[in-house]
């Protein structure tokens, strides 16, 4: 582990689909919705708009820094009101490789700076991953149960 990655959860997953229609779900919002997010907002450029709503409470946001297609996506990362992780707060490093007919996805999220925002972020990486590979491959990764939002507010 190098030592940018102490505030960072590092989340992996196959999917069963090339480099190029991975790439799509990252920057295309009619695609994200399919795994992420109720409402999505994207200008994959550098600068450009990265807005993720994954409910009326849950509201990522944050700023592409590279669009390296069919590679390589970084964009800055925050939930408003939110004092632990801020808009713009973070980084998210995703990183798209060949892995014989399918894709291998690794997704680095640093400047996580508390146990809590790195286990929680660390979970919902891995969930909203495991979603990509349905959705990526063809499939129907269903009805995010994210997306409604909690009876209970969690801050």
């Not at 940018?4 to 196959?14: D, L």
């Not at 700023?63 to 992780?85: I, K, M, N, Y």
């Amino acid at each position: 582990m190098s030592i940018s990655e102490i505030n960072a959860v590092v989340s992996e997953v196959r999917i069963a689909a090339p480099p190029e229609t991975v790439f799509a779900y990252f920057i295309d919002p009619a695609k994200m919705t399919r795994w992420m997010g109720s409402r999505v907002e994207l200008e994959p450029k550098s600068g450009g708009t990265f807005a993720v709503d994954l409910n009326a409470e849950a509201r990522g946001r944050g700023t592409f820094l590279e669009v390296v297609p069919p590679s390589r996506v970084v964009f800055t990362f925050g939930w408003e009101h939110d004092q632990a992780v801020p808009p713009g707060s973070s980084t998210v490093e995703v990183t798209l490789t060949p892995d014989g007919d399918g894709t291998h996805v690794r997704l680095v999220h640093r400047g996580l700076m508390t146990a809590e925002t790195r286990e929680q972020h660390q979970q919902g990486w891995q969930h909203y991953l495991d979603r990509l590979a349905i959705a990526a491959a063809g499939g129907d990764a269903g009805l995010d149960p994210n997306a409604n939002p909690p009876q209970e507010h969690a801050h």
